[in-house]
Each structure stands twice: as C-alpha cells, then as structure tokens.
C-alpha cells in the first residue's frame, strides 16, 4: 500500500499536538523524507541490485490468490507488482501437498516473464516421502529439500 507523507500526519497530528514542542511542518517535512528514503532503498533493491542466480520455492502456497492477493505490490500494476531481481525461478511442489494446492507457478506469474523481469519460471512436480508419526507429510521441508531435484537446485 502507497501512503503519502499527508496520510501520516493526518494519523499522528492530534497525538503529536500533545508533546512540548512539536513542528506540525519539520514533522511533515521528517515523514516526507522518511518516504523518499524507503523509496529510493526499495527502487534500489528492485531496479539496481543485479538478478539473483535463481529463486527456489518448495511447496509454495503463492499460487493461491488468497496468498497472492496479501503479496507487497499485489495492487500495483505492471512491472512493480512483482520483484525484479530473480534471475531464473525453480518451482517444487509435491504431489498431494495441501499447502501447495496449485502446483503450477508459471501461468500465474507469466507476466514477470512478458515483463522480462525474469529468464524463466520452471515449475517441477515431485513425490515427497517424509513421513510423520505413521502418516504421509507431503509438505514436510526434510522431505523437499532430499530429494534430487530439489538438491540439484539448492546445491
């Protein structure tokens, strides 16, 4: 969510009225470059940093648009709505994890792909064979990160 220096000192004024010597324009002119601060370190993590080697994601809930909605820039539009520093991104999901109920990642971030904000989106299916108790965990973390895809990947 984008918030103006205004919307914080609407919020704060009737509180900040009450302290011994407060500058309803320093404390607005402070919150103004408290924002442009964190914007440029924000447009610097995502526009300047070069791309990372690749993401790995394993059992990941994010194609789920309940998830995907909660998502930093899920309201933005275009190329802000999503993180510009991955290189290459590697998707597991195991067969019957609950967590990751939507195994496929690429048709839900394609557009990072039209964008050209990343090289590739690879989503891989996998049996995970971690067990809890006498039951099957498909989405236990051990029972990724030993199987071979996902070593070849974490490696």
Same mark, same amino acid.
């Given at each position: 969510?984008?918030?103006?220096?205004?919307?914080?000192?609407?919020?704060?004024?009737?509180?900040?009225?009450?302290?011994?010597?407060?500058?309803?324009?320093?404390?607005?002119?402070?919150?103004?470059?408290?924002?442009?601060?964190?914007?440029?370190?924000?447009?610097?993590?995502?526009?300047?940093?070069?791309?990372?080697?690749?993401?790995?994601?394993?059992?990941?809930? @994010?194609?789920?648009?309940?998830? $995907?909605?909660?998502?930093? +820039?899920?309201? %933005?539009?275009?190329?802000?709505?999503?993180?510009? =520093?991955?290189?290459?991104?590697?998707?597991?999901?195991?067969?019957?994890?609950?967590?990751?109920?939507?195994?496929? @990642?690429?048709?839900?971030?394609? $557009?990072?792909?039209?964008? +050209?904000?990343? %090289?590739?989106?690879?989503?891989?299916?996998?049996? =995970?064979?971690?067990?809890?108790?006498?039951?099957?965990?498909?989405?236990?973390?051990?029972?990724?990160?030993?199987?071979?895809?996902?070593?070849?990947?974490?490696?």
């Amino acid at each position: 969510m984008d918030i103006s220096a205004e919307q914080v000192l609407l919020r704060w004024r009737p509180t900040l009225r009450q302290a011994d010597g407060f500058d309803n324009r320093h404390f607005a002119a402070q919150v103004r470059q408290y924002l442009l601060d964190h914007q440029r370190i924000f447009e610097a993590m995502t526009f300047m940093l070069p791309p990372q080697t690749r993401l790995v994601t394993i059992g990941s809930p @994010l194609g789920d648009e309940n998830v $995907k909605s909660r998502l930093k +820039g899920a309201q %933005a539009r275009s190329h802000r709505k999503y993180p510009h =520093n991955i290189g290459r991104w590697v998707n597991s999901t195991a067969e019957d994890d609950y967590i990751s109920h939507d195994p496929t @990642l690429a048709n839900d971030y394609r $557009k990072m792909l039209q964008l +050209g904000l990343t %090289a590739s989106i690879t989503d891989r299916q996998i049996y =995970n064979l971690a067990i809890r108790g006498d039951n099957s965990n498909p989405h236990h973390g051990a029972g990724y990160l030993i199987h071979p895809q996902v070593c070849r990947e974490v490696k």
